[in-house]
C-alpha cells in the first residue's frame, strides 16, 4: 500500500463476498488450483514452483 501511495496509485479494492467484481483473477485462480495445481501431489514448494514454470 505504501509502494502505491509514493507512486500515486489508488488501489480500488472490491466489495467482501464479491468475486464477480475481479473476474479475470477469480478465472486465473480457478485455471491455477483445476489445471496446474489438481492432478498432482506435491511433495514440495518448489515442485508446485517448477510445474507452474513449466
Known amino acids: 500500500m505504501e509502494w ?3 507512486r500515486g ?3 480500488a479494492y ?3 463476498g ?3 467484481q475481479n473476474a479475470y483473477v477469480e478465472r ?3 485455471t491455477v488450483r483445476h489445471e ?3 492432478p498432482y501431489i ?3 514448494i518448489e515442485e ?3 510445474i507452474a514454470t513449466e
Open 36 to 38: 496446474w495445481l489438481g
Open 4 to 6: 502505491a501511495e509514493n
Open 14 to 16: 472490491i466489495q467482501p
Open 48 to 50: 508446485v514452483q517448477q
Open 18 to 20: 464479491k468475486p464477480q
Open 42 to 44: 506435491f511433495e514440495s
Open 28 to 30: 486465473c485462480n480457478r
Open 9 to 11: 496509485i489508488t488501489l
